[in-house]
């Protein structure tokens, strides 16, 4: 695996701003587990939906947004259109 080989956690770019976000949008709870295993910022923002719990919650994926809560997420974190992870679980 790349991650295996030295490559960054937490690298960001594109749309889903990084792996961590893209992992928790679609729900891969097993790539999230691993992802934080090595280190990655549960807070880290960018892409379109801010941080990783916001694009969880905007999902419905329970286990993944109950994971990043374990590991510290900030669920008043501002971002995306909703304003927080919170708000957008609940619409």
Do not use: P
Request: proline fraction near 0%; include cysteine.
């Amino acid at each position: 695996m790349l991650l295996d080989k030295g490559a960054d956690v937490n690298a960001r770019g594109g749309v889903y701003g990084n792996a961590l976000q893209a992992a928790s949008l679609t729900g891969h709870d097993q790539v999230v587990q691993m992802l934080l295993d090595k280190g990655a910022d549960v807070n880290a923002r960018g892409g379109v939906y801010g941080n990783a719990l916001y694009a969880a919650s905007s999902r419905g994926h329970d286990q993944v947004v109950r994971m990043l809560l374990d590991k510290g997420a900030d669920v008043n974190a501002q971002c995306g259109e909703y304003g927080n992870a919170l708000q957008r679980g609940g619409c």
